[in-house]
Structure formats: C-alpha cells, structure tokens
C-alpha cells in the first residue's frame, strides 16, 4: 500500500476540538474588516490614482506654466491636450473599477490570479501612461525652445548669464535628463517595494499554476 | 431577508468550519497568523455568500474560496509573529484506544505538507480529502492532466519529506 495511504488515514480520522469557533465568534469575524491582498492592491491603485490627478490639476494651474506655455505660443495645442488626457484618465478608472469588480473569489484559483494581476496591470499602464506624458511635454517644449533662439533665452536663462547657445543646451539637456532619471529612479524604488511586497506570493503562485501548461 | 441569509450562513459555516481551520493549519504556522487567516476565510465567505446560489454543495463552494483566500488574497499578518507552534491539541485523533502513531503521523503530515510551496499544498490537501480529480483541477484552473501530472510530483516531494 502506498505509504501515504496511512497519513491519508491518520488525516482522516482528526477531530476539530482545537480551534472550534462559535457562531457568536463567526458572526464578528465575519463583519470586520478584510486586509487583502486585493484591497491593498484596490487601495494602492486608487492613490495612485489621486496622486497623479493632483499632479495634473495643480501643476497646469499654476501661473509660471502657463506664462511658459503663452509665451511659447502653446495654449491651445496644451488645452486639447489636457482634454485628451482626462478622456483617458477617465478611460482607465473605468476600466481599473471594471476590472476590479470582476473579480469573485469562487473563480478556480489561475483565473482569481489572473484577474487580481490584471487589476495591477492596469495601474501600471496608467502609470507608464504619465510618465509618457511627461516625458512627450518635455520634449515637445524643448523642440519648440530650440528651434527659437529668443525663446531658449527666456526659457532656460532668464537671469541673462553669460552663456553660449551650445552651453544652454547642453546645459538644460542634461539637467533635464538628470532630473528624468531620478523620477524614475524614484518610482521604480516605490514600484519594487510597494508592489514587491503585494504581488510576490501572487506571481509565485500563478507562475507555479501556468508552468505545466506552457 | 439579510437576517435570514445571515442566520443560514452561520449554520453552514459553523458546520464545516473545519475545513477551514484544516486549511489554516496548512498554511500558517503559528496560532496568531492561523486566526488571522481564518478571520479572512470568514470575511471572504461572508462577503460572497449571496453570490452562492447552491448548485454546488456549500462545503465544494467553500473548499475554493477558502483555498484561494489562502493562495490569493492572504497577506502573512503584519503583526508580530510568535515563534510558538501550533498547540499539539490540534493534532487529536478520533480514537479511543490509547495508541499514538496516528497522533504521530498527523503531526509529521502536517510538518511536512508545511515544506510544500501553496499549490503543492492545495493539491495533498484535496487529494487528503478524497476530492476527485476533476475538482481538483475545476478548483485550481488547470486540466485534469496536469492536475493528476502535478499531483504525482507533490506526492513524491511529500514522500521524500516524511521518509528522507
């Protein structure tokens, strides 16, 4: 006889005197609050979600920007932007809460994963879709400043030092890639740490569920 | 309405409430994190107990939930971890003649099945529980293949466990 067939007995035969619950106790278990993966997850997403609203409401609203972008002769291709991008802001709330509510953990467990991973993807576009915000404005600024030796004057030197033009724009390129850097820098330390911790069991469990399958 | 739901689902689950902690047991391995879990199982079934319309058996219905809290949605308990291990009552067996090796074997089971990583574990705990294996794999989302493929290298691995 297979040897596990004894451990099956010996499993089958154990009372459950250790840690029996009442009702009583069942009934407050059941009404407090969940601390799951998946709201964590809900969480993270929705504040990642304010914080980069608040970072679209404020920082176009504030008076430098938009003298910048007068001056720059920017307004309206900036306003149509900005249109654009709260339709897809919008698009990727919905599809964020569209995806979440899928979500039924009576699902067989690859599907559940499945779901919850999809959830995180999307936030992850929406982030990388800021991130190309941002890094599309910068370079259609600086198209628009180089290519205007007046305005690469009073954009990136308004005190009126002594510089030369290759100077400037050596100058403003790699302060700007500096500061492009440790943006990223920045977010991919939050990224490993926040959702390092979130998603490790999910993605170790649901490469262990698709590993035969491949 | 919801009174009667909710007086429904305690009976339910204060019956089969061992399937839970059986589940617990498995994937913790303090008292502390075991409540916790448990507390989450509870919380799940709850909250997704108006979607169970009972064309399954409520125990089929919970194995999976409980099963994928335990795989999914569990986060370990931020609290601090007693290194204290589970108490030896949890290990009673059904019996009254006075012989501990199947006492002896549960404990090793459990210890052993606890080296396993979560679906490894899923898949002893159901075949433990006499599950076909067309609930297995329906439960965990892959074909019956590679459940019964799966389900032989976890037996293996658990053998090479108890008997090195």
């Known amino acids: 006889m297979d040897v596990l067939e004894n451990y099956k007995k010996a499993w089958s035969k154990q009372t459950e005197v250790a840690e029996k619950v009442s009702t009583n106790e069942i009934y407050k278990m059941a009404h407090s609050k969940s601390s799951s993966i998946v709201k964590w997850i809900f969480i993270v997403g929705i504040l990642e979600f304010i914080f980069w609203i608040t970072i679209n409401i404020f920082t176009p609203d504030s008076y430098s920007f938009f003298e910048i972008y007068k001056d720059l002769n920017l307004e309206t291709l900036i306003n149509i932007f900005t249109i654009l991008h709260y339709i897809v802001i919008i698009g990727f709330l919905y599809l964020f809460y569209k995806n979440y509510t899928k979500i039924s953990i009576a699902d067989n467990t690859k599907k559940l994963i499945h779901k919850i991973l999809r959830i995180r993807k999307t936030v992850r576009n929406y982030v990388y879709y800021n991130l190309a915000i941002i890094v599309l404005t910068s370079i259609i600024i600086n198209i628009v400043v180089f290519s205007d030796e007046d305005k690469m004057n009073k954009f990136f030197n308004p005190e009126n030092l002594t510089m030369s033009i290759n100077e400037m724009i050596t100058l403003s390129v790699i302060s700007q890639l500096i500061a492009l850097v440790i943006i990223l820098a920045l977010f991919w330390l939050f990224y490993k740490l926040v959702y390092g911790i979130l998603l490790k069991k999910l993605n170790r469990n649901y490469k262990e569920l698709i590993k035969l399958d491949s | 309405m919801q009174k009667d739901l909710e007086i429904k689902f305690l009976a339910d689950f204060e019956k089969n409430q061992n399937i839970a902690h059986k589940i617990c047991r498995l994937y913790t391995t303090n008292n502390d994190a075991h409540k916790d879990l448990f507390q989450e199982i509870t919380i799940q ?120």
């Open chain 2, 45 to 164: 079934l709850w909250k997704n107990y108006p979607k169970f319309r009972g064309d399954s058996k409520f125990s089929t219905w919970m194995y999976r939930v409980a099963l994928n809290t335990a795989i999914s949605l569990y986060r370990k308990s931020t609290r601090k971890v007693k290194t204290q291990d589970i108490s030896d009552v949890a290990f009673k067996i059904k019996s009254n003649d006075y012989d501990d090796t199947e006492e002896r074997q549960l404990k090793a089971l459990y210890n052993a099945i606890r080296e396993l990583n979560d679906i490894e574990k899923a898949l002893i705990f159901l075949y433990l529980e006499d599950k076909p294996y067309k609930e297995i794999s329906e439960a965990l989302g892959i074909s019956s293949v590679n459940a019964r493929v799966k389900m032989n290298r976890a037996k293996e691995k658990l053998k090479n466990i108890l008997n090195p």
